[in-house]
């Protein structure tokens, strides 16, 4: 992103985007705070020794790190991805979330309760409980029914059969397999069975899902649509998903936030545009280079502050007053709460000025739609071709956060810094009227309102 040098007055006022809620520990779903697993036969020297600055390389004689040194936390609600090539310990790290291995070292919390630090019995009542789990080769029953395998969590927690089936059945629907309960998983297909699997897991109703590999042994086309569904189901339920994947693109599509592991570590922690645009280490960036970046990075990701912005009860000699100043032919109209309302032209509020009037409102134009932060950049490049000015970007709550410039759009995809300045006219072609007319004109005014 650029920085702007230009002077910021009321009417020029750069609006950030909301920066939400700050974070407590209610918003933590888990916690993993310097995690080690070392299998072997000598585990603690082996940490020693990787504390001391070895390499895990080093350590084979002693013992195998799969995992070293991690730490992050998942918030409730988010998609934590987990990525990272065969070997890198991503398998072993979200095994050792639900207890199937206990850490060497380190702790892991789940809803304030540290599951390396407890009873088996207690453990198997976080896992009832809190945790369910999807596995990538679908573990179902093959003597039970579908519905049957999709109640077998809730059969675990001793809910009574026709509670439990009745349960079972309602997920089924949710994941698109209404009517195939009595079937038997050998006559479904992959998907249908992956599905199963992930009904399973959500009958159970805990707040944490781990999902290790979930979609790779589906063909290409069912995996993607799998994927989809998982983000479908997702915003409704608002599960916390910890997703393991060897697939950067599935990573980019699913996660909220992303962790990149290589021989046991964790070398960066971010959200998809992080990933892509600010690559921690030459690693990283070679795993990103080749992914289609259109489809990861977002308006919110890559906008520009919109500088050119005008209050509607400004009225035109305001407006006018700062696309002048701005030497720009357009800007952007919000209200007391910065709110978008559209455009305005300055030849339209030329005329506004020069005819005594105080109504803004009339001129302003709303053949410009506003975009949503988290809309995808492939998504915007026919809008951005046709439009004369930038895109304003707009949160949930109407407020005007940003600007999207062609430029930007363009630079996005090359992962270069764009030179737009503020608020620009992409179309070279509607210049802005001369600035001494402007004054002339605003002279001539000056006793209007």
Same mark, same amino acid.
């Given at each position: 992103?650029?920085?702007?040098?230009?002077?910021?007055?009321?009417?020029?006022?750069?609006? !950030?985007?909301?920066?939400?809620?700050?974070?407590?520990?209610?918003?933590?779903?888990?916690?993993?705070?310097?995690?080690?697993?070392?299998?072997?036969?000598?585990?603690?020297?082996?940490?020693?020794?990787?504390?001391?600055? @070895?390499?895990? %390389?080093?350590?084979?004689?002693?013992?195998?790190?799969? =995992?070293? &040194?991690?730490?992050?936390?998942?918030?409730?609600?988010?998609?934590?991805?987990?990525?990272?090539?065969?070997?890198?310990?991503?398998?072993?790290?979200?095994?050792?979330? *639900?207890?199937?291995?206990?850490?060497?070292?380190?702790?892991?919390?789940?809803?304030?309760?540290?599951?390396?630090?407890?009873?088996?019995?207690?453990?198997?009542?976080?896992?009832?409980?809190?945790?369910?789990?999807?596995?990538?080769?679908?573990?179902?029953?093959?003597?039970?029914?579908?519905?049957? *395998?999709?109640?077998?969590?809730?059969?675990?927690?001793?809910?009574? @059969?026709?509670?439990?089936?009745?349960?079972?059945? @309602?997920?089924?629907?949710?994941?698109?397999?209404?009517?195939?309960?009595?079937?038997? !998983?050998?006559?479904?297909?992959?998907?249908?069975?992956?599905?199963?699997?992930?009904?399973?897991?959500?009958?159970?109703?805990? %707040?944490?899902?781990?999902?290790?590999?979930?979609?790779?042994?589906? &063909?290409?086309?069912?995996?993607?649509?799998?994927?989809?569904?998982?983000?479908?189901?997702?915003?409704?339920?608002?599960?916390?998903?910890?997703?393991?994947?060897?697939?950067?693109?599935?990573?980019?599509?699913?996660? &909220?936030?992303?962790?990149?592991?290589?021989?046991?570590?964790?070398?960066?922690?971010?959200?998809?545009?992080?990933?892509?645009?600010?690559?921690?280490?030459?690693?990283?960036?070679?795993?990103?280079?080749?992914? %289609?970046?259109?489809?990861?990075?977002?308006?919110?990701?890559?906008?520009?502050?919109?500088?050119?912005?005008?209050?509607?009860?400004?009225?035109?000699? *305001?407006?006018?007053?700062?696309?002048?100043?701005?030497?720009?032919?357009?800007?952007?109209?919000?209200?007391?709460?910065?709110?978008?309302?559209?455009?305005?032209?300055?030849?339209?509020?030329?005329?506004?000025?020069?005819?005594?009037?105080?109504?803004?409102?009339?001129?302003?134009?709303?053949?410009?739609?506003?975009?949503?932060?988290?809309?995808?950049?492939?998504?915007?490049?026919?809008?951005?071709?046709?439009?004369?000015?930038?895109?304003?970007?707009?949160?949930?709550?109407?407020?005007?956060?940003?600007?999207?410039?062609?430029?930007?759009?363009?630079?996005?995809?090359?992962?270069?810094?764009?030179?737009?300045?503020?608020?620009? =006219?992409?179309?070279?072609?509607?210049? !802005?009227?001369?600035?001494?007319?402007?004054? %002339?004109?605003?002279?001539?005014?000056?006793?209007?309102?």
């Amino acid at each position: 992103m650029y920085e702007s040098t230009d002077k910021v007055t009321p009417e020029t006022q750069i609006i !950030p985007p909301d920066s939400g809620p700050q974070r407590t520990e209610n918003d933590i779903a888990l916690s993993v705070s310097n995690v080690y697993k070392v299998f072997g036969k000598r585990p603690a020297e082996v940490i020693k020794r990787l504390k001391a600055g @070895k390499k895990r %390389d080093e350590l084979t004689a002693l013992g195998t790190a799969a =995992v070293i &040194d991690a730490s992050f936390e998942v918030k409730k609600g988010e998609i934590f991805v987990v990525m990272g090539l065969s070997g890198s310990g991503k398998s072993t790290l979200i095994r050792t979330l *639900n207890g199937l291995w206990a850490p060497t070292e380190g702790s892991v919390v789940v809803g304030g309760t540290d599951i390396s630090k407890i009873s088996d019995k207690e453990l198997r009542r976080v896992r009832q409980q809190k945790i369910s789990m999807v596995f990538q080769h679908f573990a179902l029953m093959p003597h039970r029914t579908v519905l049957e *395998n999709a109640a077998y969590a809730l059969e675990v927690q001793g809910v009574a @059969k026709a509670d439990r089936l009745a349960r079972a059945e @309602k997920v089924l629907n949710l994941v698109g397999l209404e009517g195939w309960g009595a079937k038997y !998983p050998s006559e479904l297909s992959g998907g249908m069975q992956q599905r199963v699997g992930l009904a399973r897991a959500l009958s159970a109703e805990t %707040d944490i899902l781990l999902m290790d590999e979930a979609f790779s042994a589906l &063909d290409p086309l069912i995996r993607r649509e799998m994927q989809e569904q998982l983000v479908l189901l997702q915003s409704e339920l608002e599960k916390t998903i910890i997703f393991i994947t060897h697939d950067l693109n599935e990573a980019m599509f699913l996660g &909220d936030r992303i962790a990149v592991m290589r021989d046991g570590e964790i070398v960066q922690i971010g959200t998809p545009d992080e990933i892509l645009t600010s690559p921690a280490n030459d690693y990283v960036a070679a795993f990103v280079q080749d992914v %289609d970046r259109t489809r990861v990075l977002t308006a919110g990701g890559v906008m520009e502050p919109a500088l050119a912005v005008v209050n509607l009860s400004g009225g035109p000699r *305001n407006a006018l007053r700062t696309m002048r100043d701005l030497q720009v032919s357009a800007a952007f109209v919000v209200d007391r709460r910065r709110n978008y309302l559209g455009t305005v032209r300055d030849r339209d509020v030329m005329k506004q000025v020069e005819a005594h009037s105080s109504d803004l409102n009339s001129v302003i134009r709303k053949s410009i739609e506003p975009v949503s932060p988290e809309t995808a950049l492939n998504d915007l490049f026919g809008r951005a071709v046709e439009s004369p000015i930038p895109l304003p970007v707009v949160n949930d709550a109407g407020r005007l956060v940003g600007a999207l410039p062609r430029v930007t759009l363009l630079a996005a995809l090359g992962n270069v810094p764009s030179t737009t300045g503020e608020f620009p =006219v992409v179309d070279t072609a509607v210049a !802005p009227i001369p600035k001494q007319m402007v004054t %002339d004109a605003l002279a001539k005014t000056e006793g209007d309102a």
